[in-house]
Structure formats: C-alpha cells, structure tokens
C-alpha cells in the first residue's frame, strides 16, 4: 500500500496528495495525519488536493473525517486546490463537505489559519459568572 | 482522428482496493480517448469509483467492463458493474440519498447515477446485481 506524506512546515501540516489512492491508503493517511498533529502539537493542517482528478465520497468522507478528528485535537483543517470540474462534481453527487474550510491555494490556506489562529487566541474565552458575593438569579 | 486510440471492450476484475483505482485509471483513459469534456469525465470516473466500491464491497467483487458506444450522432463510454453477491432486496430505497447498509454516505448508487446519463440495474435477491451506466459526448 502506497502512503501519502505528511510534511511539517512551521506551525503546520502539509499533506499534498499526488496519487490516485486507494481506500486503504486514505484511511491510512487519516491516521497518520492524527499521530502527526499530537507529536508535533500543529495547530493547521493543509491538505492540498490539486493533484487529484476525482473526489468521490469516499475520499470527501475522509476529508470530513479529517477536518472532525483535527479540530478535537485543536487544529484546524484546509483543504485547497479544489478542480473546478471536481468542485461541480462533488456537489452533483449530493457530498456536502460539512465543517471543511477551503482555500484556493497552499498560499491562502496558510493566511487562513493564521487569522484563524490569531481571531483564537486574542478571543479571552472567559464565561461570564457571576460576581463574587452575587447570587446568581434564576430566571 | 482517432488512430493509435484502442477503443475496443476492457474489462477490469474487481477483487480488492486497488482494483478500484484499477477501474478509475481504465475509464479515465477511455473518457479521455472518446473525447469527453473535462467536467464529463471527472463525473463518469467519479461515477465508475462509486460503482466499483459497491460492486466489492455489496456484492463481494465482480468486474467492470468499459465499452465505448457510438449512437450514429455521437459517442460516449458505458460501464457494465456485475458482482455474484447476494443482490439488491430493495432497489428502490438502496437508490434513496443517504441510505446505507454498509456504514458509507449512502450516496455511492444514488449520486452515481446523477453524475451519468444512462443509469440501468438489474439485481435479484441472490442472483447478484448488474449496473450499467453510459455517459454520452456533448
């Protein structure tokens, strides 16, 4: 079985897929990208699809799949590169690729993870509680 | 035109995973050889990848064959899927969007066949089934 390399670049991953893979190497490589993401502690990862001259629903479930697994472990997934002739297809045969953040190219996807990293750690997260002393009044 | 191009039947075994890139590559070449539009051929092979999996994993391997078809006006490629597997008991609700029995999006039969544009299936619980798909030149 074949096997697609990750790269790491940075902050971030990079997995440009240049073969037509087969199922086994797609789940492969969903498994080696999670490895990845907690051994190097990358908060972006990029898949780059330009290579590839179908996407059936396989390889979309695996691209979904991906984008889930990725933001569980707090990073966040771009899939650029997108053929036209393949976007046109995808959404004829009804795959919407839910949650999955799309760029044009290598280039964007890494602009947006980095505004998306910034908009992440300038956001305080706080909840709001209430103050000390205060009780809190149930509606 | 198209002289050099081999455009007679292919048949292409489908056993294992990478039997269905297999299937992928040939219908490819095909496409490309009955000139097929580029958006034509990303949806038929899209197509032929759908089948082939359902054709290994439903119906536990089988073959397809690639054939290119003239109509008089103009040409096209057809796909005969056939498995030996247990069938389809319900063709109707097997071709419903997001139906699966085996754990997929359920969207391999049913998008396939939006993606072409001749979509026939024979199938018979225990007789196996037999997709054909043909998709014509613009």
């Known amino acids: 079985m074949e096997r697609v390399p990750v790269l790491k670049i940075g902050d971030i991953l990079l997995v440009s897929i240049q073969i037509d893979m087969s199922d086994q190497t797609a789940l492969a490589l969903q498994e080696d990208l999670a490895e990845r993401i907690v051994a190097t502690g990358c908060h972006g990862v990029i898949i780059d699809i330009t290579a590839l001259d179908i996407v059936d629903s396989f390889v979309g479930r695996m691209l979904s799949t991906i ?6 472990l707090d990073a ?35 602009e947006l993870i980095a505004a998306s990293r910034e908009a992440d750690l300038t956001y305080d997260g706080e909840v709001e509680y209430p103050e000390p002393g205060q009780t809190a009044t149930s509606p | 035109m198209t002289a050099g191009v081999d455009l007679s039947p292919k048949a292409q075994a489908i ?67 056939a498995d ?12 419903t969007d997001g139906y699966t029995t085996g754990g997929g999006l359920g969207l391999g039969l049913s998008g396939a066949r939006r993606l072409v544009d001749e979509f026939d299936v024979e199938t018979a619980a225990g007789n196996g089934t037999r997709v054909t798909v043909t998709k014509w030149s613009r």
């Not at chain 1, 984008?67 to 569980?72: E, G, K, N, Y």
């Not at chain 2, 054709?55 to 536990?60: D, K, P």
């Not at chain 2, 030996?84 to 071709?95: F, H, M, N, Q, R």
């Open chain 1, 67 to 72: 984008a889930s697994i990725s933001r569980v």
């Open chain 1, 76 to 110: 966040e997934t771009v899939v650029v590169g997108m053929r036209p002739a393949v976007a046109i297809t995808l959404v004829e045969l009804g795959l919407s690729l839910n949650g999955i953040r799309t760029a044009l190219n290598v280039e964007r996807g890494m």
């Open chain 2, 15 to 81: 056993g294992s995973d990478e039997d269905v890139v297999r299937v992928r590559q040939l219908v490819r070449t095909v496409a490309v050889a009955v000139k097929l539009s580029l958006v034509d051929q990303t949806k038929l092979v899209t197509a032929a990848s759908e089948l082939a999996r359902n054709t290994l994993i439903y119906g536990g391997g089988g073959s397809a064959e690639v054939t290119v078809v003239d109509d008089g006006r103009r040409r096209g490629v057809r796909i005969v899927f």
């Open chain 2, 84 to 95: 030996s597997g247990p069938g389809i008991p319900d063709l109707d609700l097997a071709l």
